[in-house]
């Protein structure tokens, strides 16, 4: 899935990211999700594979550690949430 929810506003991309889990906890089939938003990619993933810029290869793998069924209030107020989603913003360059 190539940044399928990257045109909605927040509140729908949100809807769609718990029905997208709904689905796979029920088919438990393997997606693969490219994404800029790095919460989401938390937020939806066991696994965030970070590419490079140029060109492009992988750089790094982040197993995501977070209880399932995700709940998106619960698991994005988790600390490991917040510490997940700032290592790989630095990973990716976009914070220090």
Request: proline share 5%; glycine share 6%; net charge negative.
């Amino acid at each position: 899935m190539d940044e399928p929810f990257g045109a909605l506003d927040a509140l729908t991309r949100d809807k769609l990211n718990v029905e997208l889990l709904r689905i796979w906890q029920e088919h438990r089939k393997t997606v693969m999700l490219i994404t800029h938003s790095i919460a989401e990619a938390v937020f939806l993933s066991d696994r965030v594979l970070v590419m490079a810029d140029r060109p492009g290869k992988i750089i790094e793998e982040v197993v995501i550690d977070l209880p399932r069924p995700r709940d998106a209030a619960a698991n994005r107020a988790l600390p490991q949430f917040g510490e997940y989603v700032a290592y790989l913003g630095k990973v990716m360059g976009v914070t220090t």
